[in-house]
């Protein structure tokens, strides 16, 4: 099987209230309910910058 990858960018605000939080959590939520849809897989997630941004990394096959 072939596979195809994306990556996300994901680069939160450096400073937030808990409720600019919960918001980055929703927008984060949605990024990975969008992906799913398409047929995407989130199979792993990396973090740089001082783990103050990461990486969503998907992976799905690709039709033939």
């Excluded at 400073?15 to 919960?22: A, I, P, R, V």
């Excluded at 939520?29 to 997630?45: F, T």
């Excluded at 990461?54 to 039709?63: A, D, G, N, S, V």
Aim: charged letters at 30%; zero cysteines.
């Amino acid at each position: 099987m072939k596979w195809e990858y994306k990556t996300v960018n994901v680069m939160p605000k450096l400073k937030m209230t808990n409720k600019s939080f919960d918001k980055e959590l929703k927008v984060i939520d949605q990024i990975l309910a969008q992906a799913g849809q398409e047929g995407w897989e989130l199979v792993s997630n990396t973090a740089y910058d001082w783990g103050t941004k990461f990486y969503l990394i998907f992976k799905r096959p690709i039709e033939e």
